[in-house]
């Protein structure tokens, strides 16, 4: 089993659209789970860290679910630039490493 | 304040070669870590340096070393190159190792190994 699962997609939707990409880990000690976005052939870019009460920032909201170890993302009114591979990250119960997903790829069509 | 560079960005070397890639942090920044990513996966970590000192290794094997310098940059090298060492190698900074992870990474050295 995958230390962070993701759904590869892709998730195909319309501008304006919401849109919720799901994320599972598997080492209960993990204290910090953030989200990244990739572009194509470009470095991952912090998009927000995901706290225990969750989170917003603008139209991206994250929840964190610690007993079923579960985390997710979601993107209210979908804009073009929203297209890219959203990466769900854990540390790896020590601080050193961050675990990577394989990324989910969403592309927002007009 | 520049982010993290790292150099070259592109690299082409023949299997059995010795390649050195290069990474300096954000200013201020203590800890490096580098990750290999290839296509179609998330970044896998190799190395994290905090303070000069190897802070974690993955599961990567002993052709992979590196070393971080008094101004906190950081060398990856990687000998004997395989065709499978092709990838995206990225560089992360972080302000120090500890309970606060999240890290920012430089736009990579994009290696392929022919």
């Known amino acids: 089993r995958k230390e962070v699962e993701q759904d590869p997609g892709p998730f195909n939707v319309p501008e304006g659209a919401t849109v919720a990409f799901n994320c599972t880990y598997s080492?209960?000690?993990?204290?910090?789970f953030f989200w990244y976005r990739q572009d194509c052939r470009k470095e991952p870019k912090l998009l927000m860290s995901?706290?225990?009460s969750g989170n917003e920032d603008g139209r991206f909201t994250a929840q964190l679910n610690r007993a079923s170890q579960y985390i997710s993302l979601l993107i209210r009114d979908s804009k073009l630039s929203d297209s890219a591979t959203y990466l769900c990250?854990?540390?790896?119960?020590?601080?050193?490493?961050?675990?990577f997903g394989s990324g989910t790829r969403l592309l927002v069509r007009p | 304040d520049a982010g993290v560079t790292q150099s070259p960005t592109h690299l082409i070397k023949t299997r059995g070669q010795q390649v050195t890639l290069r990474c300096s942090p954000i200013?201020?920044?203590?800890?490096v870590s580098w990750y290999q990513q290839v296509l179609g996966q998330g970044p896998q970590f190799i190395f994290q340096?905090?303070?000069?000192?190897?802070?974690g290794r993955g599961n990567f094997p002993d052709r992979f070393s590196a070393r971080q310098f008094p101004n906190y940059s950081s060398e990856l090298n990687v000998n004997a190159l395989l065709l499978g060492d092709s990838a995206l190698y990225l560089c992360?900074?972080?302000?120090?190792?500890?309970?606060?992870?999240?890290?920012?990474f430089g736009q990579g050295t994009r290696l392929t190994v022919v």
């Open positions: 995901v706290y225990s």
């Open positions: 340096y905090y303070e000069k000192e190897e802070r």
């Open positions: 200013s201020g920044h203590k800890s």
């Open positions: 992360a900074s972080s302000p120090r190792t500890g309970e606060v992870t999240e890290a920012f």
């Open positions: 990250v854990v540390n790896g119960g020590s601080s050193y490493k961050l675990i």
């Open positions: 080492n209960s000690a993990s204290q910090s």
